[in-house]
Each structure stands twice: as C-alpha cells, then as structure tokens.
C-alpha cells in the first residue's frame, strides 16, 4: 500500500462567462407581471414605493433613477417620522382640536 499516493484533484467545470448565457426573455414573453409591492400602512411610504410595481415594464438602464427617487421619498418620510413630524394630529399633538 502506499501511502504517499496523491489522489487526483477532481476536474472542475469552468466558470461560465459573462453574458454567455440564454438570452433572457422580454417580461411580455414570459408571460408574468411584476406584483405591486405590498401595503405598509403608512401611506407615504406606499406612495413611495409604488413605482416598483412599475418596474417591469421599463429597461434595466433606467431601474436605478427609480430606485433613486424611491430612496429619497423613504429618507424623507423616515426623518420626518424620526422627527415625530407628520406623527400627532391636533388632538395627539396637545393642541385642542
């Protein structure tokens, strides 16, 4: 027996390259619609969001301006909730109503 024998490394497959798969098929053809996002309760942020629904029928070059605007409208919302703007109404806030 010996034991000095190396066993064979096994053989890997390469790495596909870059852009050599399928070609991906339009949304029309596969013949699914993105869902809407799901409600959150806080109706700005449901209004933020909304245009996600939206993606799919937009090239994948003009995602990330959306994706920008959606971010900014969240940020905003998210300070003014930080903030506890926009939180109280009149009869919440200490002021009669």
């Given at each position: 027996?010996?034991?000095?024998?190396?066993?064979?490394?096994?053989?890997?497959?390469?790495?596909?390259?870059?852009?050599?798969?399928?070609?991906?098929?339009?949304?029309?053809?596969?013949?699914?619609?993105?869902?809407?996002?799901?409600?959150?309760?806080?109706?700005?942020?449901?209004?933020?969001?909304a245009p996600i629904g939206d993606?799919?029928?937009?090239?994948?070059?003009?995602?990330?301006?959306?994706?920008?605007?959606?971010?900014?409208?969240?940020?905003?919302?998210?300070?003014?909730?930080?903030?506890?703007?926009?939180?109280?109404?009149?009869?919440?806030?200490?002021?009669?109503?």
């Amino acid at each position: 027996m010996d034991h000095d024998a190396v066993p064979p490394e096994p053989e890997l497959e390469p790495e596909p390259e870059l852009g050599s798969g399928p070609e991906p098929r339009p949304v029309a053809e596969a013949g699914r619609k993105a869902m809407p996002p799901a409600k959150t309760g806080e109706p700005r942020v449901d209004a933020a969001i909304a245009p996600i629904g939206d993606l799919d029928e937009l090239p994948v070059s003009e995602h990330p301006p959306v994706f920008e605007r959606i971010h900014g409208q969240l940020v905003e919302v998210l300070g003014e909730l930080h903030s506890g703007a926009g939180l109280a109404g009149p009869a919440e806030s200490g002021e009669p109503a």
